[in-house]
């Protein structure tokens, strides 16, 4: 998502520097009094002849609003990492995928654990694993060390709490 919001950004800014050059230029070139490189009477008759109650004024102020609108979601809306910090001091990251795999292998790992699912979420410096696994209930505080355990071997801050979601095993029929 990082590249595409450079690129988006990138054409944006190009976009609006354009305009405002042109913008610029044009207003210089009216104040002197020489001609403009845009004809400022055709589009200046067709504004100020359009009413807001005309139907394409308000399907384009519509588009517009939603397109906005959509934008600003898609920037507000809180994106899962793909790089977590692994130390605040020395600036080491670790791939987020990677972690939930090998916090899963741990999981699984354990004497009565089948299919252990992992993700990892960040608050600030804090990461939570969420664990969701099949198998007896009963391992639950196992889970949890096995978790902590791999955690601590990949160097990464110690989290507050591990969720863990233990379903039955299912029994053939």
């Known amino acids: 998502m990082r590249t595409v919001n450079r690129v988006a950004s990138l054409l944006l800014a190009t976009a609006l520097l354009l305009g405002g050059a042109a913008a610029a230029v044009q207003a210089l070139l009216l104040t002197v009094r020489r001609p403009t490189p845009l004809d400022t009477s055709g589009w200046l008759d067709a504004l100020s002849d359009t009413r807001w109650r005309d139907p394409t004024v308000r399907a384009v102020a519509a588009g517009a609003l939603l397109l906005g609108l959509a934008i600003l979601v898609a920037q507000l809306r809180r994106w899962t990492p793909v790089r977590?910090?692994?130390?605040?001091?020395?600036?080491?990251?670790?791939?987020?995928?990677?972690?939930?795999?090998?916090?899963?292998?741990?999981?699984?790992?354990v004497p009565g654990v089948r299919r252990a699912r992992v993700r990892v979420r960040r608050r600030g410096g804090q990461w939570r694993p969420r664990v969701r696994a099949s198998g007896d209930p009963a391992a639950r505080a196992e889970i949890e060390f096995a978790v902590h355990q791999e955690l601590r071997h990949l160097t990464a801050p110690r989290p507050a709490r591990i969720d863990v979601r233990l379903l039955p095993r299912r029994r053939p029929a």
């Open 84 to 109: 977590l910090r692994a130390d605040e001091r020395d600036g080491w990251y670790l791939h987020r995928r990677c972690v939930e795999r090998r916090l899963a292998d741990a999981a699984s790992a």
